[in-house]
């Protein structure tokens, strides 16, 4: 076993593969982790202003030529919006701003409040010049955090796969796992005194969201898309583990933003979850209440 | 719900198939830029099998914007979340130690 990890994007990334644990592998999986971190954030980082999403924001209403790497990841968050009817939707950049997350501060700068829903279905691609073009509609802008980390998870998972290896790529928690033999992985439900949850998988993703990471004084980082607001939900922490890291963080979202409503539309879609609070804990389909509690 | 836009393309060896029943969205599989240089030079006894960086491989989706904004919004478009395979399983007791590498939290 090797595990290579990185800090940044203010949280941990853990690449680990079962793989023997020499240098000359320690190197090749930390120039993979380093290379696509690095390329994610050129592509997609609301903090560059050099980056293809900055550029895109920063012309909402016109068409701009993008690369087809932007197109993957933004692709990867439509389809989030597609699968939850538009609850996980990246037109919130600027409602997540007004939110106050602003900056990676621990203290966001506090911005005009001014909310704004999704606008998922306004998004347009086409082929571009070079590569592709991409459409916002004017006076939104993107924000493809929510899912950007999972697909990082998959695509490195992927990755490394393809070259024999089991893996478990960790990016900040959306973790997937790629194996003949059972992986076990934990799914921590932040709360004092409530134990994590282990899980061994083969081919799947578990990923956790929660209210309690990226919360200032005004609000928090999961924005509803139907109010343009920070969602107003019970949960802490919702882990789910499905197919891919993607569709696990994206029904993890989505599971926040519902509140109550989180665990039947989890149930109604044959998804394993939990759902804590500091004063409950549910589980769905498969997820068993005994190890949850 | 207004009707799709479709967006003329020329991609070669394009696969165009509508996905999602209603929604406007057309799937055209590309040739993907595959970045697959990550071999870094060493001796016979330390190689080990390089590494390929990972591909653009998803299916790309070129899709017209829509300015219905009214259009209810529904996760019954076809596309779904896939639940994890049948061999997943819950442990009692683990004996793995969580740590970082292998823990979810929130971010």
């Known amino acids: ?293 | 719900m207004s009707n799709p836009r479709i967006i003329a393309t020329t991609a070669s060896a394009a696969l165009i198939a509508a996905v999602g029943a209603g929604a406007a969205v057309y799937a055209v599989e590309i040739a993907t830029s595959t970045n697959d240089t990550s071999a870094v030079s060493g001796t016979e006894a330390q190689q080990a099998p390089a590494l390929q960086q990972g591909q653009d491989d998803s299916t790309t989706v070129y899709r017209a914007p829509s300015d219905d904004d009214d259009e209810a919004d529904d996760d019954d478009s076809g596309q779904q979340i896939n639940p994890a395979p049948a061999d997943t399983q819950w442990q009692q007791n683990s004996t793995t130690p969580k740590g970082p590498a292998n823990t979810s939290k929130s971010s």
Not at chain 1, 6 to 27: F, G, H, I, N, Y
Not at chain 1, 211 to 216: A, L, M, N, Q, Y
Not at chain 1, 225 to 250: I, L
Request: charged content about 20%; hydrophobic content about 45%.
């Open chain 1, 1 to 293: 076993m090797i595990s290579v990890s990185l800090q940044t994007w203010k949280t941990d990334l853990v690449l680990s593969a079962r793989a023997p644990a020499t240098p000359r592998m320690e190197t090749v999986l930390r120039q993979l982790l380093t290379d696509e971190v690095q390329r994610l954030d050129a592509l997609a980082s609301r903090f560059r202003p050099d980056s293809e999403l900055s550029t895109v924001n920063s012309r909402a209403g016109h068409w701009v030529e993008v690369s087809w790497g932007f197109v993957a990841v933004l692709s990867a968050c439509l389809s989030a919006a597609e699968r939850t009817g538009g609850l996980v939707d990246p037109t919130l950049g600027t409602a997540i701003k007004a939110a106050g997350y602003d900056e990676w501060a621990d203290q966001p700068t506090l911005t005009a409040a001014s909310a704004q829903r999704g606008h998922w279905r306004g998004v347009g691609i086409r082929p571009g010049r070079h590569e592709a073009q991409v459409v916002i509609p004017a006076g939104t802008a993107l924000d493809l955090g929510s899912v950007a980390k999972a697909w990082l998870a998959d695509r490195l998972a992927h990755a490394v796969a393809r070259s024999g290896y089991e893996v478990c790529a960790n990016m900040g928690g959306d973790i997937r796992v790629i194996a003949q033999a059972p992986w076990t992985v934990w799914a921590d439900p932040e709360l004092p005194g409530v134990p994590a949850a282990a899980i061994t998988l083969t081919d799947a993703g578990l990923a956790t969201s929660g209210t309690g990471r990226r919360r200032w004084s005004t609000g928090h980082h999961i924005i509803d898309a139907r109010t343009g607001r920070p969602a107003a939900t019970p949960w802490h922490t919702v882990s789910v583990v499905a197919a891919s890291a993607a569709e696990a963080n994206t029904a993890a979202t989505a599971g926040v933003i519902l509140g109550g409503e989180g665990p039947g539309w989890m149930t109604a879609k044959g998804l394993d979850a939990r759902f804590s609070s500091p004063t409950d804990t549910i589980t769905t389909h498969r997820w068993p209440q005994e190890v949850a509690a």
